[in-house]
């Protein structure tokens, strides 16, 4: 992961779009790591319009979140390492005061409970964002308790 976080700065850098930074790093995938795959969900904001894309490779949906309301984003598209230039690409809007929370599986995988289980049980819980982003991710994280692998949770609010 350290190298395509490497290879993913170096083509942004380049100006390449998100859609075409996620098709350069299947590449590197295939021509170097042609036994590994990899799931990414990178997206892009204009943050005065609000309009948001999406390109993800195989990795959990981003939620939405507007209104009291919180919904999946559009599955992803194949993981990193296949041999296929599917890509899962979604463009939405996030609305003034309007968040999308997005997660790694170590926040809800648990080998007891169900994968949907526990998407739905963060669904809700997301609906409600508090005005503090760093209180709202330790209310999740502490939702979930220990958990057994790595976990990252990053939110992001578009300005009311």
Not at 81 to 98: C, D, H, K, M, N
């Amino acid at each position: 992961m350290a190298e395509l976080r490497h290879a993913m700065r170096a083509f942004a850098a380049e100006g390449h779009d998100i859609a075409g930074i996620l098709r350069l790093l299947n590449n590197v995938m295939q021509r170097y790591h042609d036994d590994q795959t990899a799931t990414m969900c990178l997206m892009s904001l204009d943050p005065r319009t609000g309009r948001l894309q999406v390109a993800n490779a195989g990795h959990l949906p981003p939620l939405h979140v507007a209104g009291g309301r919180a919904e999946y984003g559009g599955r992803g598209g194949l993981l990193l390492g296949f041999p296929a230039e599917r890509l899962g690409l979604e463009e939405t809007s996030v609305p003034p005061g309007g968040a999308v929370v997005l997660i790694t599986d170590g926040l809800i995988e648990d080998r007891t409970v169900p994968l949907s289980d526990n998407l739905e049980r963060l669904r809700t819980l997301a609906a409600d964002v508090d005005e503090d982003l760093e209180a709202f991710s330790d209310r999740v994280i502490a939702e979930f308790g220990p958990r057994e692998d790595d976990v990252a949770l990053i939110v992001m609010r578009r300005d009311p």
